[in-house]
């Protein structure tokens, strides 16, 4: 599951946006297949982020803003995800594979 909170300061009279926003990732991995020892991983991950962007006079400029800076942030921390956690969980089991062997 994952969490955003996302704030906006917008200058009065400016023609641009403060925008912050923090994502945080809560990831829980589980393991109970028959054969297998069972395996528990779990953890969370929070990215910031603050970025000034323009606006335009219509409303419709935060939610651009916004939603690129969500998309960014959810590109990064997949792919934090995939090679930190990921990566280096299979990196352990295998090492502990061939002490086994």
Excluded: C
Aim: zero cysteines.
């Amino acid at each position: 599951s994952s969490y955003r909170s996302s704030g906006i300061n917008a200058e009065y009279g400016g023609r641009n946006a403060h925008y912050k926003l923090i994502s945080t990732v809560m990831l829980w991995l589980q393991n109970t297949r028959t054969g297998f020892e069972n395996m528990d991983l779990g953890g969370s991950l929070s990215r910031q982020v603050e970025k000034d962007l323009p606006m335009t006079s219509d409303n419709f400029s935060h939610i651009v803003n916004i939603g690129g800076m969500v998309e960014k942030m959810e590109n990064n921390i997949r792919s934090v995800l995939e090679t930190v956690y990921f990566g280096r969980t299979l990196d352990l089991l295998n090492d502990i594979r061939s002490l086994v062997d």
